[in-house]
């Protein structure tokens, strides 16, 4: 199990940016692909962007697809996700997450065991 941290949500304004922030511990961080996932209320939970152990590869959903980039530094443990020109659609609760697995690269939520407890972003027009 890792247990994982995240930080940075907060009241955004449409087109403004936010970084969020997901502290690490555990399991051996460089060995995990870790993965940021959302849930809008009323909504089930969705994946949002993924990258892998080794950071050579990068998922995002559509809607986020130039506009947030996920990020690694596996000697500090962190991982971020920065989020640009911010939308009211983008408002939920961001979850910070790893796969069951190590050196195993997943976008399925539910091969995900590992979650932080959530960070609320919203976003006002």
């Known amino acids: 199990q890792v247990q994982l941290t995240e930080s940075g949500g907060g009241l955004a304004h449409v087109g403004d940016s936010l970084t969020l922030s997901c502290a690490a511990s555990?399991?051996?961080?460089?060995?995990?692909?870790m993965g940021w996932f959302r849930q809008a209320p009323g909504k089930d939970r969705e994946f949002v962007a993924a990258?892998?152990?080794?950071?050579?590869?990068?998922d995002y959903t559509d809607s986020v697809k130039g506009r947030f980039a996920i990020s690694r530094h596996n000697a500090k443990n962190m991982v971020w996700l920065q989020m640009n020109n911010l939308r009211p659609e983008d408002t939920a609760v961001y979850y910070c997450?790893?796969?069951?697995?190590?050196?195993?690269?997943?976008?399925?939520?539910?091969?995900?065991?590992?979650w932080g407890q959530g960070t609320q972003v919203t976003v006002s027009s």
């Open positions: 555990g399991r051996t961080f460089s060995a995990t692909t």
């Open positions: 990258i892998n152990y080794a950071s050579g590869r990068a």
């Open positions: 997450a790893a796969p069951r697995e190590t050196f195993y690269y997943t976008l399925n939520p539910d091969e995900y065991s590992s």
